[in-house]
């Protein structure tokens, strides 16, 4: 098998805009499992929501990264054998700079989401992703601080159109010291240095004894570029975003079985 480790991203590459996963990428999965290979999700959602989707799915063993790399679990126990966040201090810096924009933040701590709006936006992020903030009664700023919390991201949700802008804005502020990066069109998301998906690819790779030339990747977003970068097998949905697609094999779209198409190349030799 060319490529005996597997990654991919879930919403917008595995996942359907319906929230459903074809039958075609399904028994792709389990063709390419019986074959040998190992097949692992790296997604940004947090660990509560993406647990339930992947048992739902008969994807119940083996290693399930979250977070965008900040916390890697076993799908079958929820046991977390890695966990890694902002300090308290840091996860502050960038919270306070977002406050100060009025923006619509949410932080994620201890698997919990903490936010400071109850909008439209929230209804429709806790719809898609199955999960339900924890209210706060004053600002997510002096929460962290009271709290001392270990935060493993910090998300904003706006509208498309800012997106970019925002994330200039956050790489002038806070340089190499924190991830700023975009899971969906209006999603901007923040992560201490070094904590990325291609971290977490060099990690499942060494778990599996694996060289990365042997890992491929798959995604749609800006911030499945790190995991396509490191990976020897580099693919990206017919919908991804421009950067993917230039370095990538590009395979149909998530709606028309990207992934299954990706995977039959995974097991060619």
Same mark, same amino acid.
């Given at each position: ?49 993406? #647990?339930? !989707? ?8 083996? %290693? ?5 790399? /900040?916390? &890697? *679990? ?71 601080? #009271?709290? !001392? ?8 949700? %706006? ?5 970019? /802008?925002? &994330? *200039? ?101």
């Amino acid at each position: 098998m060319k490529y005996p480790l597997f990654l991919s991203d879930f919403d917008g590459t595995l996942v359907r805009a319906d929230g459903t996963v074809s039958q075609k990428n399904l028994k792709a999965i389990e063709a390419y499992s019986a074959a040998g290979g190992v097949f692992a999700v790296v997604t940004g959602r947090m660990l509560c929501s993406i #647990r339930p !989707r992947l048992k739902e799915l008969g994807l119940d063993h083996g %290693l399930v990264v979250a977070y965008q790399g /900040g916390m &890697i *679990a076993e799908v079958a126990t929820g046991k977390i054998i890695r966990n890694e966040g902002f300090s308290p201090e840091a996860a502050l810096a960038v919270i306070r700079f977002l406050e100060a924009g009025n923006l619509h933040l949410h932080v994620y701590s201890d698997d919990k989401l903490y936010s400071n709006r109850d909008d439209e936006y929230l209804k429709l992020y806790e719809r898609v992703c199955g999960v339900k903030r924890t209210a706060v009664t004053h600002p997510l700023s002096a929460f962290v601080a #009271r709290e !001392r919390k270990t935060v493993n991201k910090v998300l904003v949700m %706006l509208p498309p159109e800012e997106k970019k /802008g925002l &994330i *200039a804005r956050m790489q002038r502020a806070f340089g190499e010291s924190c991830f700023v990066t975009a899971s969906s069109d209006v999603l901007v998301e923040a992560l201490p240095a070094g904590v990325n998906k291609a971290r977490a690819a060099e990690f499942l790779a060494e778990h599996c004894r694996l060289p990365l030339a042997r890992v491929a990747a798959i995604g749609d977003q800006l911030n499945d570029l790190p995991m396509i970068c490191a990976a020897g097998g580099k693919f990206a949905v017919a919908n991804a975003q421009e950067e993917l697609r230039k370095i990538a094999t590009v395979v149909s779209s998530c709606e028309e079985d990207g992934v299954a198409e990706a995977l039959n190349i995974a097991m060619g030799e």
